[in-house]
């Protein structure tokens, strides 16, 4: 099964019953594994989840609301599969009942229209001392070398994974630029150099999604590890404590 992170989901009460809603920074993934790509609106399409071993029917739908009142609002997609569904009891079974420190993560399979439910506990994970410690675990290329056992011990594969499929397609939507610099530091040495960085940091939020990730050089990664800056989401400001401010030059996924 060829898997790539598509997004991850905290577990509540609709996730439970109903289904989930797709963020928008997860769109665009989940678009590549249809077979008739991106949903238009108001469209519905059948598909199949995976989970627990078991294959689930369910319905991917674009929310058919009046586009001429909101002119500027963004389709909304969800999963929908209902709370009599073979598929929502079975995650009842797993998640009795919502709980903010548990997800599900959703997965391409490689098989257009086919997706896979994995279930993700807090507890798997332990909250590692250094977030930059788990970056690099994060980025390490094979299971083949020294931290192979660190990473499965720390059950990190699934999550190493998810990270790289998510965080290389970002890395070449920026061409391997600095989102707060705007640099390719690499470049002139024919090399593609560029780090992923959580924005609320992974130890914490668990959170591998698109929207909580940056793309940025080594020098402003160590310094923002360095200096654990406040970032104003909404402005795109870096806020340092000695009251220097810097401010994404590139943004094309926030």
Known sequence: MSEKFILQKTIDASLLNRGLNIPAAAKIFLAENLSGGALIHGEKRAIKIIFEGETHEAILISINFNRQKYPNHQDIW???YGKNSPLAANIRKIFLLPNEQNYLILYSTGIKDIF???PIFTGEIPNLAAEQTVENLLDVQSLTDPEAALIEKYHLTKIRKL?????DYLKNL???RCQICGQNFGESYGLKIAE???INYFVQSLNNDAANLLIVCPNHHRIIHAANPIFD???KIYRYSNGYEEK????LHL
């Open 78 to 80: 969800q999963i929908v």
């Open 174 to 176: 920026y061409q391997f």
């Open 163 to 167: 990270n790289r499929s998510i965080g």
């Open 116 to 118: 896979y439910f994995e």
């Open 248 to 251: 994404l030059k590139l943004n």
């Open 233 to 235: 989401a909404e402005k």
């Open 196 to 198: 992923c960085h959580h």
